[in-house]
């Protein structure tokens, strides 16, 4: 079995977490690090977009400012998330290790099942929906990402529970998500563009429909018993050893670096 990292890191803002998990896929592509699991969380709230999304379009910079939400944009593609009261995760892991597809689809699932049983430790009946056959890309309705469905989603009664997304620079792949505690959607609708009223309201209906979070499900869990179930059902269902492990030295000031050059900065967020 491959000997993995487990890291937790504290709260941190948007543009120093953003910038750790680069930090930290660029320590492993150099071989200076092992394949690293990640948990952390947000303070203060931020609005990650996706990499491809356009800022000025999509979102409503005053809004996000008045709330005191950062907005910071991902390496890796899909829509717009609020990460609030949540815990996310990050997998970081190159290719030639061959624990996961070279299929980004197939992936997914590899990554949402070892999600699963970390849940199911928790008695949570999470499920994995599988992608369905004849479908072509996923759609959406909105900007954000808990309306946009996607390949072999985490969901738990019928609602998605994780949203995630991945990508794949130079041999490494890095996939992060984000499992919340609670969601507000009409917090989250008025941080988007909408032309009237109208389509806000009905895209905050359509989320709030289709996307839960594990309160408002029944589950009152603490954050570090989520933590250790979900490492164990990952380390299971992907077949690893892990040991509990800090940031490096390097990983600390290539992010600290990261932060200030790139993901607080307007060049890097409004880039689309």
Not at 37 to 46: D, Q
Not at 142 to 160: G, N
Not at 161 to 185: N, V
């Amino acid at each position: 079995m491959e000997n993995w990292r487990l890291i937790k890191t504290e709260a941190n803002d948007g543009y120093y977490n953003m910038a750790i998990d680069e930090a930290i896929m660029k320590c492993h592509q150099d071989k200076k690090v092992p394949p690293t699991v990640r948990f952390y969380s947000w303070n203060p709230p931020a609005l990650s977009l996706g990499y491809f999304q356009k800022l000025e379009k999509e979102v409503n910079q005053e809004a996000c400012q008045n709330a005191g939400i950062d907005i910071v944009r991902r390496l890796t593609g899909g829509r717009a998330i609020l990460h609030d009261k949540e815990l996310t995760y990050s997998i970081t892991i190159r290719e030639d290790y061959n624990l996961l597809s070279n299929s980004i689809v197939k992936s997914y699932k590899e990554i949402s099942q070892g999600l699963v049983a970390g849940l199911n430790l928790l008695k949570i009946p999470a499920e994995l929906k599988p992608m369905e056959r004849g479908k072509k890309s996923p759609k959406g309705n909105s900007a954000a990402c808990f309306d946009a469905p996607s390949w072999y989603e985490v969901i738990l009664k019928d609602k998605k529970l994780i949203g995630s997304a991945q990508t794949r620079k130079k041999g490494t792949i890095l996939q992060h998500g984000s499992l919340p505690f609670e969601i507000d959607p009409k917090k989250t609708f008025e941080l988007f563009n909408y032309k009237d009223k109208k389509k806000r309201k009905k895209a905050r209906r359509i989320f709030a429909a289709k996307s839960t979070a594990l309160k408002s499900a029944g589950y009152d869990v603490k954050k570090n018993k989520l933590e250790q179930a979900l490492i164990d059902g990952l380390a299971k269902s992907l077949g690893f050893n892990y040991s509990y492990e800090k940031l490096t030295p390097e990983e600390i000031n290539l992010a600290k670096k990261l932060r200030e050059e790139k993901y607080s900065n307007n060049h890097w967020n409004k880039k689309r």
